[in-house]
């Protein structure tokens, strides 16, 4: 099978030649000692360079060419791509180690691996102006979203380029998450018990600008586009199975039809405990896919195979632990027991339960690369 055949299985529950593989984000240094070089998609001091070069073309043209030599690399079955922005203006300008000046605001690189954005001496803006903003955006007329500057698909138009020129077969990814919860500021969590009115008309016009969003994203050749957002922990879901069956799920449903009569896959995603409305997650929302199940937050692949057949599984390799302080070993048995909780016709794409972050190390990471190999005779 190619990489295209062996993804269309794995929606369509037909048993195909082996489990796709794939990560959908390898942060550095993880992505730079894979590829051999530092890697433009992904490595922040890199990237700031070139922008410092004032090469903001020639930086969207080699994070492009790292995200394809990845997925060759790894042997991955399909790409994520993503919208790129626009050329900035100006020039960022290094202060430290960790820091970049550019104009009025700074870029820091936290310990963590986050990038913190602001602008020294300007207090960020409280969460109640942020609430008032957004009362007084749900008070105007709705108003579909202006096209996109058409360089924001810069990154992604290079990636297709190379994949055509080059003969590959890799189904193309792409996210249009806008209905989460757990990114909301707490005064706008509330309004679930003081402004429901106000909430569904939130999550309605969440629901049409996502939409939006993603038909550029199927103009631009995206084959599976995920919905969705987080909104739970390992403790459940931030909002009641209730309020997601009422204010979340109809919009994901309006969009998943919308994308299925465009002859788009569609995902939903969210780490975290799921149990109390995967449901309404999976079935009500009309979706195709679950992505980033998280198996440290209890979310069983054996089980979520039982009980959903008919939805496709991405991910389940857990990198809260095992692939952050586990053994070699350990990495080969969690690999080996996630394809075979997966497998049995189609319905699983192996994949971590979020993305290869920076606390994974890269000799962990090739453990589960090549126990994947090495179960299904790739070696």
Same mark, same amino acid.
């Given at each position: 099978?190619?990489?295209?055949?062996?993804?269309? @299985?794995?929606?369509?529950?037909?048993?195909?030649?082996?489990?796709?593989?794939?990560?959908?984000?390898?942060?550095?240094?993880?992505?730079? !000692?894979?590829?051999?070089?530092?890697?433009?998609?992904?490595?922040?001091? %890199?990237?700031?360079?070139?922008? @410092?070069?004032?090469?903001?073309?020639?930086?969207?043209?080699?994070?492009?060419?790292?995200?394809?030599?990845?997925?060759?690399?790894?042997?991955?079955?399909?790409?994520?791509? %993503?919208?790129?922005?626009?050329?900035?203006?100006?020039?960022?300008?290094?202060?430290?180690?960790?820091?970049?000046?550019?104009?009025?605001?700074?870029?820091?690189?936290?310990?963590?691996?986050?990038?913190?954005?602001?602008?020294?001496?300007?207090?960020?803006?409280?969460?109640?102006?942020?609430?008032?903003?957004?009362?007084?955006?749900?008070?105007?007329?709705?108003?579909?979203? @202006?096209?996109?500057?058409?360089?924001?698909?810069?990154?992604?138009?290079?990636?297709?380029?190379?994949?055509? !020129?080059?003969?590959?077969?890799?189904?193309?990814?792409?996210?249009?998450?806008?209905?989460?919860?757990?990114?909301?500021?707490?005064?706008?969590?509330?309004?679930?018990? #003081?402004?429901?009115?106000?909430?569904?008309?939130? %999550?309605?016009?969440?629901?049409?600008?996502?939409?939006?969003?993603?038909?550029?994203?199927?103009?631009?050749?995206?084959?599976?586009?995920?919905?969705?957002?987080?909104?739970?922990?390992?403790?459940?879901?931030?909002?009641?199975?209730?309020?997601?069956?009422?204010?979340? @799920?109809?919009? +994901?449903?309006?969009?998943?039809?919308? +994308?299925?009569?465009?002859?788009?896959?569609?995902?939903?995603?969210?780490?975290?405990?799921?149990?109390?409305?995967?449901?309404?997650?999976?079935?009500?929302?009309?979706?195709?896919? %679950?992505?980033?199940?998280?198996?440290?937050?209890?979310?069983?692949?054996?089980?979520?195979?039982?009980?959903?057949?008919?939805?496709?599984?991405?991910?389940?390799?857990?990198?809260?632990?095992?692939?952050? #302080?586990?053994?070699?070993?350990?990495?080969?048995?969690?690999?080996?027991?996630?394809?075979?909780?997966?497998?049995?016709?189609?319905?699983?794409?192996?994949?971590?339960?979020?993305?290869?972050?920076?606390?994974?190390?890269?000799?962990?990471?090739?453990?589960?690369? !090549?126990?994947?190999?090495?179960?299904?005779? +790739?070696?």
């Amino acid at each position: 099978m190619t990489s295209r055949e062996r993804v269309q @299985a794995a929606f369509e529950h037909r048993e195909p030649d082996r489990t796709p593989l794939w990560e959908k984000l390898i942060k550095s240094p993880v992505a730079d !000692e894979v590829l051999g070089r530092r890697c433009a998609a992904t490595n922040f001091h %890199y990237r700031m360079e070139w922008l @410092a070069d004032g090469d903001w073309e020639g930086l969207m043209r080699q994070a492009a060419r790292d995200e394809v030599d990845l997925c060759q690399i790894l042997g991955f079955d399909l790409i994520r791509l %993503y919208e790129c922005g626009t050329p900035p203006d100006g020039r960022p300008v290094r202060i430290d180690e960790n820091t970049w000046d550019w104009g009025t605001y700074r870029q820091e690189l936290l310990p963590s691996g986050w990038v913190r954005y602001y602008t020294p001496g300007v207090s960020p803006a409280s969460a109640e102006q942020r609430e008032t903003e957004l009362r007084r955006s749900l008070a105007e007329p709705y108003l579909e979203p @202006a096209p996109p500057d058409d360089r924001t698909f810069t990154l992604l138009r290079e990636a297709r380029r190379i994949i055509s !020129e080059e003969n590959l077969d890799l189904p193309i990814f792409c996210a249009s998450y806008s209905m989460g919860v757990a990114t909301l500021p707490t005064t706008v969590l509330m309004w679930f018990l #003081s402004e429901r009115d106000l909430l569904a008309e939130m %999550y309605r016009r969440n629901a049409l600008n996502g939409l939006h969003r993603a038909r550029g994203l199927v103009a631009e050749g995206a084959d599976i586009i995920a919905l969705g957002g987080d909104l739970a922990s390992d403790h459940g879901p931030m909002c009641s199975p209730a309020d997601y069956r009422d204010f979340i @799920a109809p919009g +994901l449903a309006m969009q998943s039809r919308a +994308l299925h009569e465009m002859g788009i896959r569609t995902t939903n995603a969210s780490d975290g405990d799921l149990w109390p409305i995967l449901h309404d997650f999976l079935r009500t929302a009309e979706v195709d896919g %679950y992505e980033e199940i998280d198996f440290a937050a209890g979310m069983d692949m054996k089980r979520l195979r039982t009980e959903y057949p008919e939805k496709t599984m991405i991910g389940n390799v857990d990198i809260r632990h095992t692939l952050t #302080s586990g053994t070699v070993e350990q990495v080969r048995e969690h690999t080996i027991r996630c394809i075979e909780d997966g497998w049995g016709n189609g319905g699983h794409i192996l994949m971590s339960g979020n993305c290869i972050h920076e606390n994974v190390p890269t000799r962990l990471f090739m453990a589960h690369i !090549e126990a994947y190999r090495d179960y299904f005779g +790739l070696n």
